[in-house]
T-cell receptor, first 114, second 115 residues
Framework: AQSVSQHNHHVILSEAASLELGCNYS??????LFWYVQYPGQHLQLLLK??????LVKGIKGFEAEFIKSKFSFNLRKPSVQWSDTAEYFC????????????FGTGTRLKVLA | EAQVTQNPRYLITVTGKKLTVTCSQN?????MSWYRQDPGLGLRQIYY???????DKGDVPEGYKVSRKEKRNFPLILESPSPNQTSLYFC??????????????FGAGSRLTVL
């Protein structure tokens, strides 16, 4: 079955620390990849997306993610986190054919200490 | 402003009392879907719709119904709610399911408690 794994469920960092959140998916075909962020009390917002082309994609607020096809991974990175990055982060996969479904990971709660 | 609007935002109800959570988008999106968010389980898709009168089950459809009579609206119906349907519900839409046009726009969420 198609699935998305986010290995880190809870991450606590100090401000200015570097961040990397893992995301692996299981699907053999072509996919679109997304990271969504949910700030406390708010709805999900798109952080960044990958459709095709350059596997290193940049999103809002200094986030970036790298698609490594051979590893079925789409890890999220930020060189220096801020307190305002405290949120829950969801990786999502959308196969480009064969299904209309989006598959979300279970989320990673990030807490940044000031 | 382009948005997905859900109502109600908060609801406490009792077991067996039918309820409907409305969802409306003003972006002329073809694709709409419903998710529930539970701690430790992330977002799970309940139902989705590719266009008017075209709907299909997601991963957790039991106990839910949907309809898509108009392009802009996609209500979620709980015919006989049970406590295990206590959750945070999100409606989302995208222009289409096609690659490059499938970024989801989410509503603000509806927190439902079933006693």
């Amino acid at each position: 079955a198609q699935s998305v794994s986010q290995h880190n469920h809870h991450v606590i960092l100090s401000e200015a620390a570097s961040l990397e959140l893992g995301c692996n998916y299981s699907y053999g075909g072509t996919v679109n990849l997304f990271w969504y962020v949910q700030y406390p009390g708010q709805h999900l917002q798109l952080l960044l997306k990958y459709f095709s082309g350059d596997p290193l994609v940049k999103g809002i607020k200094g986030f970036e993610a790298e698609f490594i096809k051979s590893k079925f991974s789409f890890n999220l990175r930020k060189p220096s986190v801020q307190w305002s990055d405290t949120a829950e982060y969801f990786c999502a996969v959308k196969p480009t054919s064969g299904t209309y479904k989006y598959i979300f990971g279970t989320g990673t709660r990030l807490k940044v200490l000031a | 402003e382009a948005q997905v609007t859900q109502n109600p935002r908060y609801l406490i109800t009792v077991t067996g009392k039918k309820l409907t959570v409305t969802c409306s988008q003003n972006m002329n999106h073809e694709y709409m879907s419903w998710y529930r968010q539970d701690p430790g389980l992330g977002l799970r898709q309940i139902y989705y719709s590719m266009n008017v009168e075209v709907t299909d089950k997601g991963d957790v459809p039991e106990g839910y119904k949907v309809s898509r009579k108009e392009k802009r609206n996609f209500p979620l119906i709980l015919e006989s709610p049970s406590p295990n349907q206590t959750s945070l519900y999100f409606c989302a839409s995208s222009l289409s399911r096609a690659s490059g046009a499938n970024v989801l726009t989410f509503g603000a969420g509806s927190r439902l408690t079933v006693l």
